[in-house]
């Protein structure tokens, strides 16, 4: 087979291959490096195939610190599909609350005892350890905008709260939102680190910090 045969990449394809290696392997020469900090937003990629996107930085502060005031002093938190708030509840080391995360992604394993894995088509399919009504509040970011994702979603959650809860999810879903968990749409419009076409809201169930 002469060398014409062979199919040649353009250097424009090539370029662009050689930039995303690039950058791939300074992304894993961070996580080695010694400054690496495993909780920050995108230390875990998104993985598009599971529905997922990260909220930019600053919305996921603002979540984070509103569970916080609403769980209370030495408060329980727990996070259903929302990783990012997760990780952002993890920076703010010494503060006195508790949180674990509920995520199918088994990649968010490395954070030891407070990944539980959960799959939404199993609601109740949970570890004996997590009670019931164990948990001052619940923020959840149903992966896909359907009625049947946030039906089974609100099943764990409604098992899981002692009452609070902060919802995450499309605005095409507030009528369903209302029926399955009876919360309400708030002001505050959570953003995503990057930008997604169908328009998300939170959704509460008690007087809250995102009006």
Known sequence: MDDDDIPQLSSHTLAALQ?????????????????FNQYSIGSIEEDWQLSQFW??????????????LAAGKGGRIACISAPSVYQKLKEQDGEDFSVCILEYDRRFSVYGEEFIFYDY????????NLLPHSFDI?????????????????????????????????AVM?????????????KFIPKHSRNLANEFRCYVNYPSGLD
């Open 121 to 128: 088509n199993h609601p109740l399919d949970l570890p004996k």
């Open 138 to 170: 619940v923020i959840a970011d149903p992966p896909y905008l359907s009625e049947e994702c946030l039906q089974k979603t609100a099943e764990t959650i409604k098992y899981l709260t002692k009452g609070k809860i902060l919802l995450c999810t499309g």
């Open 55 to 68: 909220y930019s930085d600053e919305t996921a502060s603002c979540l984070a610190k509103e569970a916080v």
């Open 174 to 186: 507030e009528e369903q939102a209302a029926k399955h968990l009876g919360v309400k749409m708030c």
């Open 19 to 35: 930039e995303f290696y690039l950058e791939q392997q300074q992304r894993e020469g961070m996580k080695t490096s010694q400054g």
